[in-house]
Protein backbone atom coordinates (compact mmCIF):
# COMPACT_ATOMS: atom_id res chain seq x y z
CA UNK A 1 0.00 0.00 0.00
CA UNK A 2 1.44 3.42 -0.96
CA UNK A 3 1.91 6.60 1.25
CA UNK A 4 -1.14 8.90 1.75
CA UNK A 5 -1.26 12.27 1.07
CA UNK A 6 -0.64 13.46 4.04
CA UNK A 7 2.82 11.27 4.41
CA UNK A 8 3.67 12.38 0.75
CA UNK A 9 3.43 16.02 1.47
CA UNK A 10 5.77 15.84 4.46
CA UNK A 11 8.07 13.40 2.58
CA UNK A 12 8.25 16.11 -0.11
CA UNK A 13 9.31 18.93 2.59
CA UNK A 14 12.05 16.82 3.82
CA UNK A 15 13.52 15.80 0.79
CA UNK A 16 13.05 19.33 -0.95
CA UNK A 17 15.39 20.59 1.71
CA UNK A 18 17.90 18.15 1.84
CA UNK A 19 17.92 18.20 -2.48
CA UNK A 20 18.34 21.99 -2.48
CA UNK A 21 21.82 21.88 -0.25
CA UNK A 22 23.23 18.67 -2.16
CA UNK A 23 25.49 19.29 -5.14
CA UNK A 24 24.42 17.91 -9.20
CA UNK A 25 25.70 14.36 -8.81
CA UNK A 26 23.67 13.45 -5.75
CA UNK A 27 20.46 15.14 -6.95
CA UNK A 28 20.21 12.23 -9.13
CA UNK A 29 20.32 9.88 -6.49
CA UNK A 30 17.51 11.94 -4.39
CA UNK A 31 15.56 12.13 -7.22
CA UNK A 32 15.43 8.31 -7.89
CA UNK A 33 14.61 7.52 -4.39
CA UNK A 34 11.86 10.19 -3.85
CA UNK A 35 9.81 9.00 -7.15
CA UNK A 36 10.34 5.41 -5.76
CA UNK A 37 8.69 6.34 -2.58
CA UNK A 38 6.11 8.51 -3.46
CA UNK A 39 5.26 7.06 -7.06
CA UNK A 40 5.01 10.48 -8.56
CA UNK A 41 6.43 11.14 -11.97
CA UNK A 42 9.49 12.19 -12.81
CA UNK A 43 8.97 15.37 -14.20
CA UNK A 44 6.24 16.54 -11.73
CA UNK A 45 8.55 15.41 -8.40
CA UNK A 46 11.70 17.69 -10.19
CA UNK A 47 9.04 20.38 -9.93
CA UNK A 48 8.24 19.87 -6.48
CA UNK A 49 11.66 19.56 -5.26
CA UNK A 50 12.25 22.71 -6.91
CA UNK A 51 9.63 24.52 -6.08
CA UNK A 52 8.99 25.54 -9.54
CA UNK A 53 5.53 23.98 -9.69
CA UNK A 54 2.73 26.81 -9.81
CA UNK A 55 -0.33 26.56 -7.57
CA UNK A 56 -3.29 25.59 -9.53
CA UNK A 57 -5.78 28.98 -9.58
CA UNK A 58 -9.94 28.18 -8.80
CA UNK A 59 -11.71 26.90 -5.75
CA UNK A 60 -10.68 23.67 -3.82
CA UNK A 61 -11.41 20.18 -5.42
CA UNK A 62 -11.54 22.18 -9.23
CA UNK A 63 -8.70 21.63 -11.23
CA UNK A 64 -7.66 24.92 -12.56
CA UNK A 65 -6.11 25.98 -16.07
CA UNK A 66 -2.68 24.36 -17.33
CA UNK A 67 0.33 26.04 -18.40
CA UNK A 68 0.88 29.67 -18.41
CA UNK A 69 -1.30 31.91 -18.05
CA UNK A 70 -3.24 34.25 -20.50
CA UNK A 71 -1.18 36.97 -21.64
CA UNK A 72 -3.41 38.65 -24.72
CA UNK A 73 -6.64 38.93 -23.17
CA UNK A 74 -10.09 39.46 -24.61
CA UNK A 75 -10.09 42.72 -24.28
CA UNK A 76 -6.81 43.11 -26.23
CA UNK A 77 -7.74 40.84 -29.29
CA UNK A 78 -10.49 42.86 -29.58
CA UNK A 79 -8.48 45.97 -30.59
CA UNK A 80 -6.08 43.96 -32.35
CA UNK A 81 -8.76 42.51 -34.64
CA UNK A 82 -9.92 46.12 -35.04
CA UNK A 83 -6.69 47.35 -36.08
CA UNK A 84 -6.53 44.65 -38.31
CA UNK A 85 -9.65 45.43 -40.37
CA UNK A 86 -8.25 48.93 -40.32
CA UNK A 87 -4.81 47.66 -42.01
CA UNK A 88 -6.83 45.96 -44.69
CA UNK A 89 -6.49 42.03 -43.02
CA UNK A 90 -2.78 41.70 -43.57
CA UNK A 91 -0.73 39.20 -42.73
CA UNK A 92 0.98 39.20 -39.21
CA UNK A 93 4.58 40.12 -40.47
CA UNK A 94 3.12 43.10 -42.27
CA UNK A 95 0.51 43.69 -39.42
CA UNK A 96 2.74 44.37 -36.60
CA UNK A 97 4.92 46.86 -39.00
CA UNK A 98 1.79 48.94 -39.32
CA UNK A 99 0.91 48.48 -35.66
CA UNK A 100 4.49 49.80 -34.71
CA UNK A 101 5.12 52.27 -37.12
CA UNK A 102 1.34 53.91 -37.20
CA UNK A 103 0.25 54.06 -33.25
CA UNK A 104 1.33 57.72 -32.87
CA UNK A 105 -0.92 58.52 -35.76
CA UNK A 106 -4.00 57.03 -34.10
CA UNK A 107 -3.36 58.45 -30.85
CA UNK A 108 -2.91 61.53 -32.72
CA UNK A 109 -6.65 61.60 -33.96
CA UNK A 110 -7.76 59.92 -30.51
CA UNK A 111 -8.79 56.44 -32.03
CA UNK A 112 -7.06 54.53 -29.02
CA UNK A 113 -9.12 56.28 -25.92
CA UNK A 114 -10.46 53.48 -24.72
CA UNK A 115 -7.13 51.13 -25.39
CA UNK A 116 -5.31 50.59 -21.34
CA UNK A 117 -1.48 51.25 -21.09
CA UNK A 118 -1.33 47.58 -20.87
CA UNK A 119 -2.91 47.04 -24.22
CA UNK A 120 -0.89 49.43 -26.08
CA UNK A 121 1.89 47.75 -24.64
CA UNK A 122 1.06 44.40 -25.83
CA UNK A 123 0.21 45.96 -29.05
CA UNK A 124 3.64 46.98 -29.52
CA UNK A 125 5.35 44.00 -28.17
CA UNK A 126 3.30 41.11 -30.20
CA UNK A 127 5.17 38.76 -32.66
CA UNK A 128 4.19 38.23 -36.55
CA UNK A 129 3.61 34.82 -35.49
CA UNK A 130 1.32 35.27 -32.13
CA UNK A 131 -0.94 37.75 -34.51
CA UNK A 132 -1.46 34.93 -36.90
CA UNK A 133 -2.14 32.38 -34.31
CA UNK A 134 -4.56 34.51 -32.52
CA UNK A 135 -6.34 35.69 -35.77
CA UNK A 136 -6.45 32.46 -37.89
CA UNK A 137 -9.84 31.73 -37.50
CA UNK A 138 -11.04 34.92 -38.60
CA UNK A 139 -8.67 34.33 -41.89
CA UNK A 140 -10.04 31.49 -42.80
CA UNK A 141 -13.30 33.05 -43.74
CA UNK A 142 -11.16 35.33 -46.57
CA UNK A 143 -10.80 33.22 -49.69
CA UNK A 144 -10.19 35.08 -53.07
CA UNK A 145 -10.34 33.61 -57.01
CA UNK A 146 -9.34 35.50 -60.42
CA UNK A 147 -9.28 34.76 -63.50
CA UNK A 148 -7.58 36.44 -66.46
CA UNK A 149 -8.70 38.66 -69.55
CA UNK A 150 -5.86 39.52 -71.51
CA UNK A 151 -6.51 39.33 -75.32
CA UNK A 152 -3.02 39.90 -77.43
CA UNK A 153 -2.42 43.18 -79.33
CA UNK A 154 -3.25 43.67 -82.68
CA UNK A 155 0.03 45.69 -83.32
CA UNK A 156 3.21 43.29 -83.69
CA UNK A 157 5.28 42.35 -80.43
CA UNK A 158 8.21 42.34 -82.07
CA UNK A 159 8.40 46.16 -82.10
CA UNK A 160 8.79 46.21 -78.15
CA UNK A 161 11.71 44.18 -76.17
CA UNK A 162 10.61 41.66 -73.95
CA UNK A 163 12.42 41.63 -69.99
CA UNK A 164 11.44 38.48 -67.90
CA UNK A 165 11.30 38.47 -64.03
CA UNK A 166 14.83 37.57 -63.83
CA UNK A 167 16.30 40.33 -65.77
CA UNK A 168 14.39 42.88 -63.43
CA UNK A 169 17.22 44.25 -61.57
CA UNK A 170 15.79 48.11 -60.89
CA UNK A 171 17.51 49.51 -57.68
CA UNK A 172 15.50 53.05 -58.27
CA UNK A 173 12.02 54.65 -58.09
CA UNK A 174 10.80 55.11 -61.65
CA UNK A 175 10.53 51.37 -63.21
CA UNK A 176 6.90 50.47 -63.04
CA UNK A 177 4.98 47.31 -64.01
CA UNK A 178 1.24 47.90 -65.36
CA UNK A 179 -1.96 45.32 -65.79
CA UNK A 180 -5.42 45.28 -65.53
CA UNK A 181 -8.51 43.44 -63.54
CA UNK A 182 -11.36 42.42 -64.85
CA UNK A 183 -14.67 42.87 -62.64
CA UNK A 184 -16.72 40.64 -64.88
CA UNK A 185 -18.46 38.83 -62.00
CA UNK A 186 -18.31 35.44 -63.75
CA UNK A 187 -19.72 36.21 -67.16
CA UNK A 188 -17.56 38.16 -69.83
CA UNK A 189 -20.84 39.22 -72.32
CA UNK A 190 -20.84 43.21 -72.97
CA UNK A 191 -18.79 45.94 -70.98
CA UNK A 192 -17.43 45.64 -67.56
CA UNK A 193 -15.37 47.66 -65.81
CA UNK A 194 -11.52 47.10 -65.48
CA UNK A 195 -9.11 48.17 -62.80
CA UNK A 196 -5.72 49.73 -64.31
CA UNK A 197 -3.00 48.69 -61.60
CA UNK A 198 0.28 50.60 -61.73
CA UNK A 199 3.12 49.41 -59.52
CA UNK A 200 6.95 50.53 -58.60
CA UNK A 201 9.12 47.78 -58.69
CA UNK A 202 11.46 49.46 -56.32
CA UNK A 203 9.46 50.93 -53.33
CA UNK A 204 6.00 49.20 -54.35
CA UNK A 205 4.41 52.51 -55.04
CA UNK A 206 0.77 51.42 -56.26
CA UNK A 207 -1.54 53.66 -58.23
CA UNK A 208 -5.29 52.03 -59.17
CA UNK A 209 -7.65 53.04 -61.41
CA UNK A 210 -11.13 52.10 -62.96
CA UNK A 211 -11.95 52.52 -66.98
CA UNK A 212 -15.13 51.56 -68.51
CA UNK A 213 -13.43 48.89 -70.37
CA UNK A 214 -10.28 48.04 -71.56
CA UNK A 215 -10.61 50.33 -74.83
CA UNK A 216 -8.01 52.02 -75.56
CA UNK A 217 -9.81 55.61 -75.16
CA UNK A 218 -10.15 54.34 -71.18
CA UNK A 219 -6.94 52.84 -70.34
CA UNK A 220 -4.48 55.67 -72.35
CA UNK A 221 -5.77 58.57 -70.46
CA UNK A 222 -6.41 56.50 -67.08
CA UNK A 223 -2.43 55.77 -67.25
CA UNK A 224 -0.92 58.67 -67.96
CA UNK A 225 -3.13 60.41 -64.94
CA UNK A 226 -1.90 57.24 -62.59
CA UNK A 227 1.65 58.41 -63.77
CA UNK A 228 1.20 62.06 -62.90
CA UNK A 229 0.17 60.86 -58.92
CA UNK A 230 3.96 58.96 -58.61
CA UNK A 231 6.16 60.89 -56.19
CA UNK A 232 9.18 60.60 -58.61
CA UNK A 233 9.56 60.45 -62.38
CA UNK A 234 8.70 57.62 -64.79
CA UNK A 235 11.76 55.60 -66.69
CA UNK A 236 10.60 52.31 -67.01
CA UNK A 237 7.17 50.62 -67.90
CA UNK A 238 6.33 46.26 -68.05
CA UNK A 239 3.13 45.34 -69.62
CA UNK A 240 1.26 41.93 -70.66
CA UNK A 241 0.98 41.50 -74.29
CA UNK A 242 -2.83 42.84 -74.58
CA UNK A 243 -3.94 45.24 -76.79
CA UNK A 244 -5.03 47.88 -73.85
CA UNK A 245 -1.08 48.03 -73.84
CA UNK A 246 0.85 46.72 -77.14
CA UNK A 247 -0.67 49.52 -79.42
CA UNK A 248 1.03 52.51 -81.19
CA UNK A 249 -0.68 55.66 -78.92
CA UNK A 250 1.11 53.63 -75.66
CA UNK A 251 4.69 53.43 -77.94
CA UNK A 252 4.65 56.71 -79.03
CA UNK A 253 3.98 58.26 -76.03
CA UNK A 254 6.29 56.22 -74.28
CA UNK A 255 8.93 57.56 -76.99
CA UNK A 256 8.33 61.06 -76.79
CA UNK A 257 8.61 60.87 -72.88
CA UNK A 258 12.09 58.70 -72.79
CA UNK A 259 10.17 55.80 -71.34
CA UNK A 260 11.71 52.81 -71.60
CA UNK A 261 8.61 50.55 -72.51
CA UNK A 262 9.58 46.72 -72.13
CA UNK A 263 6.41 43.60 -72.41
CA UNK A 264 6.60 40.44 -70.54
CA UNK A 265 7.09 36.54 -72.54
CA UNK A 266 3.28 35.66 -73.44
CA UNK A 267 1.44 33.47 -71.05
CA UNK A 268 3.81 34.11 -68.44
CA UNK A 269 2.50 36.39 -65.36
CA UNK A 270 5.81 35.73 -63.58
CA UNK A 271 7.40 38.32 -65.43
CA UNK A 272 5.17 40.99 -64.17
CA UNK A 273 5.17 39.96 -60.59
CA UNK A 274 5.04 42.85 -58.35
CA UNK A 275 1.86 44.22 -60.03
CA UNK A 276 0.11 40.78 -60.05
CA UNK A 277 0.65 40.80 -56.50
CA UNK A 278 -0.80 43.82 -56.05
CA UNK A 279 -4.22 42.58 -58.40
CA UNK A 280 -4.94 40.63 -55.42
CA UNK A 281 -3.90 41.98 -52.39
CA UNK A 282 -5.08 45.94 -53.35
CA UNK A 283 -7.79 45.06 -55.77
CA UNK A 284 -9.43 42.19 -55.17
CA UNK A 285 -9.45 42.35 -51.50
CA UNK A 286 -11.03 45.44 -52.00
CA UNK A 287 -14.12 45.55 -54.54
CA UNK A 288 -14.16 41.71 -54.67
CA UNK A 289 -15.70 39.57 -57.34
CA UNK A 290 -19.07 41.47 -58.15
CA UNK A 291 -19.25 42.52 -61.79
CA UNK A 292 -19.45 46.51 -62.25
CA UNK A 293 -20.58 48.03 -64.82
CA UNK A 294 -21.54 51.69 -66.40
CA UNK A 295 -20.33 55.03 -65.44
CA UNK A 296 -21.98 55.85 -61.96
CA UNK A 297 -20.11 52.10 -60.99
CA UNK A 298 -16.85 53.17 -62.01
CA UNK A 299 -17.28 56.63 -61.10
CA UNK A 300 -17.87 54.71 -57.18
CA UNK A 301 -14.93 52.64 -57.77
CA UNK A 302 -12.62 55.60 -58.44
CA UNK A 303 -13.75 56.85 -54.89
CA UNK A 304 -12.73 53.98 -53.56
CA UNK A 305 -9.15 54.34 -55.47
CA UNK A 306 -8.88 57.93 -54.46
CA UNK A 307 -8.23 57.06 -51.03
CA UNK A 308 -7.30 53.58 -50.86
CA UNK A 309 -4.06 54.84 -52.53
CA UNK A 310 -3.67 56.57 -49.09
CA UNK A 311 -3.69 53.23 -47.18
CA UNK A 312 -1.71 51.08 -49.13
CA UNK A 313 1.25 53.75 -49.84
CA UNK A 314 1.26 55.36 -46.67
CA UNK A 315 -0.17 53.31 -44.28
CA UNK A 316 0.84 49.43 -45.54
CA UNK A 317 4.04 47.73 -44.87
CA UNK A 318 5.03 45.67 -47.90
CA UNK A 319 7.96 42.67 -48.11
CA UNK A 320 10.84 42.54 -50.91
CA UNK A 321 12.19 39.55 -52.01
CA UNK A 322 15.75 39.89 -50.95
CA UNK A 323 17.08 36.55 -51.57
CA UNK A 324 16.03 32.89 -53.22
CA UNK A 325 17.89 29.70 -52.85
CA UNK A 326 17.22 26.47 -53.05
CA UNK A 327 18.73 23.22 -51.21
CA UNK A 328 17.28 19.95 -53.14
CA UNK A 329 13.56 20.11 -53.21
CA UNK A 330 13.29 22.87 -51.13
CA UNK A 331 13.24 26.57 -51.89
CA UNK A 332 14.45 28.87 -48.71
CA UNK A 333 13.38 32.56 -49.20
CA UNK A 334 14.63 36.10 -46.86
CA UNK A 335 12.29 39.29 -47.34
CA UNK A 336 13.38 42.50 -46.08
CA UNK A 337 12.00 44.24 -43.20
CA UNK A 338 7.82 44.97 -43.44
CA UNK A 339 8.00 48.44 -44.70
CA UNK A 340 5.24 51.22 -46.22
CA UNK A 341 6.30 52.60 -50.32
CA UNK A 342 6.16 55.97 -48.60
CA UNK A 343 8.96 54.37 -46.33
CA UNK A 344 10.82 53.50 -48.66
CA UNK A 345 10.53 56.44 -51.04
CA UNK A 346 11.81 58.59 -48.29
CA UNK A 347 14.70 56.59 -48.04
CA UNK A 348 15.56 56.46 -51.79
CA UNK A 349 18.57 59.11 -52.47
CA UNK A 350 16.88 59.57 -55.60
CA UNK A 351 13.62 61.75 -54.40
CA UNK A 352 13.96 65.74 -54.10
CA UNK A 353 13.90 67.05 -50.55
CA UNK A 354 11.13 69.37 -51.45
CA UNK A 355 8.95 66.02 -52.65
CA UNK A 356 9.81 63.89 -49.54
CA UNK A 357 8.49 66.87 -47.15
CA UNK A 358 5.31 67.27 -49.22
CA UNK A 359 5.27 63.49 -48.42
CA UNK A 360 5.71 63.89 -45.29
CA UNK A 361 3.12 66.86 -44.25
CA UNK A 362 0.18 64.95 -46.72
CA UNK A 363 1.32 61.51 -43.75
CA UNK A 364 0.70 63.75 -40.79
CA UNK A 365 -2.93 64.44 -42.37
CA UNK A 366 -4.27 60.89 -42.38
CA UNK A 367 -6.01 59.52 -40.25
CA UNK A 368 -6.01 55.63 -40.54
CA UNK A 369 -9.23 54.50 -38.91
CA UNK A 370 -11.39 57.04 -40.32
CA UNK A 371 -9.84 56.27 -43.69
CA UNK A 372 -10.93 52.98 -43.14
CA UNK A 373 -14.15 53.69 -42.06
CA UNK A 374 -15.08 55.98 -45.43
CA UNK A 375 -13.44 53.42 -47.47
CA UNK A 376 -15.46 50.26 -46.15
CA UNK A 377 -18.82 52.83 -46.14
CA UNK A 378 -18.00 53.18 -50.38
CA UNK A 379 -17.49 49.11 -50.41
CA UNK A 380 -20.42 48.81 -48.71
CA UNK A 381 -22.89 51.27 -51.31
CA UNK A 382 -20.72 49.68 -53.90
CA UNK A 383 -21.86 46.21 -53.14
CA UNK A 384 -25.20 47.07 -52.93
CA UNK A 385 -25.39 49.25 -56.51
CA UNK A 386 -23.93 46.01 -58.11
CA UNK A 387 -26.24 43.41 -56.58
CA UNK A 388 -28.86 45.61 -56.96
CA UNK A 389 -28.64 45.50 -61.17
CA UNK A 390 -27.73 42.03 -60.89
CA UNK A 391 -31.44 41.77 -59.50
CA UNK A 392 -32.98 43.78 -62.42
CA UNK A 393 -30.74 42.27 -64.78
CA UNK A 394 -32.01 38.65 -63.28
CA UNK A 395 -35.67 39.88 -62.89
CA UNK A 396 -35.65 40.58 -67.07
CA UNK A 397 -34.24 37.12 -67.67
CA UNK A 398 -36.44 35.15 -66.47
CA UNK A 399 -35.72 32.33 -63.24
CA UNK A 400 -32.42 30.74 -64.03
CA UNK A 401 -33.53 27.04 -65.29
CA UNK A 402 -31.23 25.31 -63.65
CA UNK A 403 -32.25 26.72 -60.64
CA UNK A 404 -35.60 25.37 -61.48
CA UNK A 405 -34.39 22.09 -62.65
CA UNK A 406 -32.54 21.22 -59.59
Known sequence: MGLTLQERRSVTRETRRKYRRVRRGEKTKILDEFTGLTEYNRKYALQLLK?????????????????????YDPSMLAVLRRLWAVFGFMCGKRLSAAIRANLALLEKFCELRDVKPRTRELLLRISPATIDRLLAADRKRLRFRGRSHTRAGSLRRDQIPIRTFGEADQKQPGYVEVDLVGHDGGSTSGDYAQT????????????VAAVRNKAQKWVFPALQNLVSLLPFPLQGM?????G????????SWCAAQKVAFTRIRPYRK???????QKNNVVVRSSVGYLR?????????????????????????PSM??????????RVYRRYDVPTTPYQRVLNSPQISKARKAALRR?????????????????????????????????????PDIRAVAS
Not at 369 to 389: D, N, S, T
Open 51 to 71: GTLKARRGPPGVAGPRGHPRV
Open 196 to 207: LTLTDVDTGWTE
Open 238 to 242: NADNG
Open 244 to 251: EFININLI
Open 270 to 276: NDNPYVE
Open 292 to 316: YEGASEVAMLNRIYALLRLQINFLF
Open 320 to 329: KLVEKTRAGA
Open 362 to 398: QFQGINPVALAREIGALQVQLEAKALRRQRLVQDRRG
